[in-house]
Structures are given as structure tokens and as C-alpha cells.
């Protein structure tokens, strides 16, 4: 069992930043490829950004690639997404997961891009 809570989500104008946290309780984080997903109002929830378990390999969404980094510290438990170039159309609830034998979700964190 693993519990996902994130964090740093809010009110970001058009090319700001935020830089979102997820913090995993339990000692295997480390064997999980963690990913961040998000939806949209009226949208379903698509993959933004994911990272293997050493963090030696991450992927992107083609919408994010250039703007958004994923990043993990295992000695932390902890995953991370640093987004710049903040666009309206990012504003979404952000989830975290972490996937394995099974699959774990966070409540998710609201990011709105507005000015």
C-alpha cells in the first residue's frame, strides 16, 4: 500500500511557474515508476510526465516537452514536477500515481493558469 499526498498546486499567471511535490509514505517507493496526470474540466485524465524507478528514464507529454521536468528523490520518498511556461490551457487538477503490481493515486492538486 502506498499513500500519495501532493502538494504546491494554486493561482499561477500565463509564464509562471509552480513546482508541484508528491510525497509517498512507505518503504518501496523506490520500485515504483511515478508518474503526474492531469484533468481538465469536462476532460479525462491523461499522462503528463513519468519517471522509472531510478529516475534514469522520463517521459512527456508532447503538450509539456521543453516546459515541464520530472524529477524524483528516492531518499525522500518524494516526486516532483517543475512546470515554467504555464499556459491556461495546463489548468487541470494534477494527480500523482505510482504504478507497480498496482496502481496508487493521490487526491490531486489544483493548478489554475490565469491572469
Known amino acids: 500500500q502506498v499513500q500519495l499526498v501532493e502538494s504546491g498546486g494554486g493561482l499561477v499567471q500565463p509564464g509562471g511557474s509552480l513546482r508541484l511535490s508528491c510525497a509517498a509514505s512507505?518503504?518501496?517507493?523506490?520500485?515504483?515508476?511515478m508518474g503526474w496526470y492531469r484533468q481538465g474540466p469536462g476532460k479525462q485524465r491523461d499522462l503528463v510526465a513519468r519517471?522509472?524507478?531510478?529516475?534514469?528514464?522520463?517521459n512527456y507529454a508532447d503538450s509539456v516537452k521543453g516546459r515541464f521536468t520530472i524529477s524524483r528523490d528516492n531518499a525522500k520518498n518524494t516526486v516532483y514536477l517543475q512546470m515554467t511556461s504555464l499556459k491556461p490551457e495546463d489548468t487541470a487538477v494534477y494527480y500523482c500515481?505510482?504504478?507497480?503490481?498496482?496502481?496508487?493515486w493521490g487526491q490531486g492538486t489544483q493548478v489554475t493558469v490565469s491572469s
Open positions: 500515481n505510482a504504478h507497480g503490481v498496482y496502481d496508487f
Open positions: 519517471i522509472t524507478s531510478a529516475g534514469g528514464s522520463a
Open positions: 512507505g518503504s518501496m517507493f523506490s520500485i515504483y515508476t
